[in-house]
């Protein structure tokens, strides 16, 4: 049985989380839509962080991106 897309996505936040972990943050996964966007939490010392968007684009959007089929675009909410 193949894993679901929300599955998928849980599974390469789990591989760039430690990173976010070690300076005080994480990201929780709120949402999948069906135009391929992936709706995230920054939690943490990410909140407020004036390179948050930043690690959003070059962190988390391009591990999903890489790693998930169908994933277009990375938005923190």
Known sequence: MSESINEQVENALETIRPYLQADGGDVELVNVTSEGIV???????????????????AGV?????????????????
């Open 39 to 57: 709706e995230v939490r920054l939690k943490g010392a990410c909140v407020g962080c004036p390179m948050s968007q930043m690690t959003l684009r």
């Open 61 to 77: 959007e391009r591990a999903l991106i890489r790693e998930v089929p169908g994933i277009r675009r990375v938005e923190s909410v």
